[in-house]
């Protein structure tokens, strides 16, 4: 089928919220009998003292030479931890759900608390140009990274956010916000050579008890002149991914979620699981992804280093090459691209 003849599958707006268009999301929130299997679930994440976190999951100093100077032809990249990552291409330095604070809640004293630290602070970043937000849970658009992303750049970055969250943003100091609804795209202002898009994926939005699916979620799509680049944000398995494959596809790298998903039953219409992931990283047609979305805050109860291994074996089983769907350590700046044909 011709992508232009290909009906997108759009997000449902109706009394003033948005709903998921998938017959694969089903509201698991405010479920009482799913409640209370959560409840009686077992908790397998047995996060360790600092000690030991320091052996499994380091933490490792930035390499801000290679930050400072990109490779020309290459992608390069920097996992942050959870979902925050840095990806520098085609002379683009693009930061998605930066989240650098200790805990994501609208507190800093309650909520889920960071068992592994930030590799640098704010301050510490490089040149940037565009940060892309994929939805307002507080995991995702945290707002002392929001600040301190605010008081160091200004008006020198474009914030790209989901309908329903510019109003935030503005309020929260950001200069330049671009919102943008399923299968919308914008130029970087100044780059008409690259092209921003957000694209569908499964999963809710909310900050506070009130304001529950007021706003969207997405994935987003940066395309440059020579390559391409496909942030999940978080999500649940949908329909959309094949679509974004087909529009977009075939994308050089990918951020796709591998964490958050026990017990499933609570978790599968909001997150992935890494057999799921695999499937998203076929849909969307990627050369290389990272997983994210783990090893940093503890939002659910599989084991805290399940989902690379968990990921691993689904790759081995689809006769993946190990390297195509990688993780890195926290701080970890790589580089790919030798594969990649521009
Ligand atoms: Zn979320
Ligand atoms: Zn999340």
Redesign the pocket.
Known sequence: MDNTEEDLIRPIFKNGGYQNPFDTYEDTLGQGPLMLKLTRSEDHSNIPNQRELDKTLPVETPDFQKLKNPPESDIQIMWIGH?SVLVQMDGLTILADPMFSDRCFPVQFLGPKRYRPPPCKIKDLPHLDAIIISHN?Y??LDPGSVKSLNSKYDDKITWFVASGTKEWMINAGCKNVVELSWWEEAEFPGRPDFKFASVPCQHRCERTLWDSMKALWCSWIVKGPRHSFYFAG?TGYCSGFKQIGRKYGPIDFAAI?IG?YYPSLFMRSMHVDPEEAVKVYEDVKARYALGI?WGTFK?TQEFYLEPPVKLGEELDKKKIDREKFFTLRHGQVHTIGQHIPS
């Open positions: 979902a849970h995991d995702h978080d979620p958050a979305h939002l």
